[in-house]
């Protein structure tokens, strides 16, 4: 039975809460957070300070990270990486080779293993870039994100002062998304690909020409997109605003020989983003778990993990059964 720790009791975290249920080689054993544990109710995990990770070390097999990564995974992982094997969801993907450098430095102090920037993208949608470009070198791989929720980017904007709560959708541009998939040739940059539309509640009082400016012009988040903000009561977003709905789409155009022509596509469409992104955490941990066991070290990425390894089936099973 695997040993699993969540450190950050958000959206994410509960995701993850639920998929560890669904998973009967895993056992949650405690919930870390920055908050007052005594206000948090998880569904049975014991709730711990993040400040007390140490006195957890021989309980947790790895632990699962699940802050924000416009503040909280730049510090959270190679904090966390000290005491435990590791697993986040890193997703500012200009950043990632920065961040991958400072987890790998404290994971191969610590002797431990961190697996960064999983999820579905990146994460899923990675490796389906990855496996299509080697089966069709001759082509191009073009990916769109929504139309949903984006926990990441909605978080930034939460982070700005003055700003109560956010949602913020990613839509594609539908012209361009057709244009794609039929080949047809097309301008592909953030803004010709994608819209985002960003719905805020404002503290009473709060400069709402700032908080625009800010989120319009904030760089790897919304400064190469068109961006439309609108501010909403606290009532409407409840009321309209509560899911956390999205899906995105991989697709790959190639040539094989003169005249023909191939597509590879990989869809998903998600009723709950942070669920879908917590079974992802989920099964990388069991990878990390695996990965650890023999001997490995330092930060990895998706790149570097094995479907066997991430699969709670057998090798035999695997070839009698899904081969």
């Known amino acids: 039975m695997m040993k699993v720790a969540i450190n950050g009791y958000g959206n994410l975290g509960r995701g993850v809460e639920r998929a560890i249920a669904k998973n009967t080689?895993?056992?949650?054993?405690?919930?870390?957070?920055?908050?007052?544990?005594?206000?948090?109710?998880?569904?049975?995990a014991p709730v711990a300070r993040?400040?007390?990770?140490?006195?957890?070390?021989?309980?947790?097999d790895v632990c699962l990270n699940c802050g924000g990564s416009a503040t909280d995974l730049?510090?959270?992982?190679?904090e966390t990486v000290q005491f435990f094997h590791t697993v986040d969801s890193f997703d500012t993907h200009a950043k990632i080779p920065n961040y991958f450098a400072a987890v790998d430095a404290a994971a191969k102090k610590a002797g431990h293993l961190a697996l960064i920037s999983t999820g579905w993208d990146p994460g899923l949608f990675s490796m389906?870039?990855?496996?299509?470009?080697?089966?069709?070198?001759?082509?191009?791989?073009?990916?769109?994100?929504?139309?949903g929720v984006s926990q990441g980017h909605s978080d930034a904007i939460r982070r700005i002062d003055g700003v109560l709560d956010a949602r913020q959708y990613t839509l594609p541009v539908p012209a361009t998304v057709e244009a794609v998939k039929a080949g047809t040739e097309v301008e592909l940059s953030p803004r010709t690909m994608h819209t985002r539309d960003c719905y805020i509640v404002a503290a009473q009082g709060a400069d709402l020409e700032r908080i625009a400016k800010e989120v319009t012009e904030m760089p790897d988040y919304f400064a190469?997109?068109?961006?439309?903000v609108h501010f909403i009561t606290a009532e409407e977003m409840a009321e309209n605003h509560a899911g956390l709905p999205h899906g995105g789409t991989v697709v790959r155009k190639g040539m094989t020989s003169e005249g023909t022509s191939q597509r590879i596509g990989f869809e998903l469409e998600l009723d709950s983003n942070p669920e879908f992104t917590g079974s992802v955490l989920a099964a990388m941990g069991r990878a990390v778990t695996r990965m650890a066991a023999r001997g490995e070290s330092g930060a990895r990425t998706v790149f570097d993990v094995t479907l066997a390894d991430l699969s709670p089936h057998s090798a035999e099973d695997l070839r009698a059964h899904w081969l």
Request: net charge negative; aromatic share 8%.
């Open 50 to 60: 993040i400040e007390d990770a140490a006195e957890w070390v021989d309980q947790v």
């Open 74 to 78: 730049e510090n959270q992982g190679p």
């Open 128 to 147: 389906l870039r990855v496996l299509a470009d080697a089966v069709l070198p001759d082509g191009r791989s073009t990916t769109f994100w929504g139309p």
């Open 224 to 228: 190469d997109y068109d961006t439309t």
């Open 25 to 44: 080689d895993m056992e949650l054993v405690v919930v870390f957070t920055r908050r007052d544990p005594s206000s948090i109710t998880t569904l049975g």
